[in-house]
């Protein structure tokens, strides 16, 4: 089992930073370990924004938060972050980390979700 707490959602203007945050907690020793976030905009389906593999330290990133975002992790806290800069109303939705522990990399997973609102 592993357990995911997102905070950090906010309103902020168009062209700011935010910073999500997400702690973590059980069974992350795994060596297939991914932690990924994923959002979901109204009317719009969840998509996935960024992930962080726990063995190498690669990540990933969807081409339109590219240059923008970085995912990254803090051990001594158990918690992985989502630092966001130059944001777009676009960006604006809940945004969700989850959590994938097995060889075929599906996200099993997932916290309660943040909301990031985007103000133009």
């Known amino acids: 089992q592993v357990q995911l707490v997102e905070s950090g959602g906010r309103l902020v203007q168009a062209g700011g930073s935010l910073r999500l945050s997400c702690a973590y907690s059980g069974r992350t020793f795994s060596r297939y370990f991914i932690m990924g976030w994923f959002r979901q905009a109204p009317g719009k389906e969840r998509e996935f924004v960024a992930s962080?593999?726990?063995?190498?330290?690669?990540?990933y990133y969807t081409d339109s938060v590219k240059g923008r975002f970085t995912i990254s992790r803090d051990n001594a806290k158990n918690t992985v972050y989502l630092q966001m800069n130059s944001l777009e109303p676009d960006d604006t939705a809940v945004y969700y980390c989850a959590a994938s522990t097995g060889p075929k990399r599906t996200y099993d997973y997932w916290g309660q979700g943040t909301q990031v609102t985007v103000s133009s």
């Open positions: 962080l593999s726990w063995s190498d330290g690669n990540t």
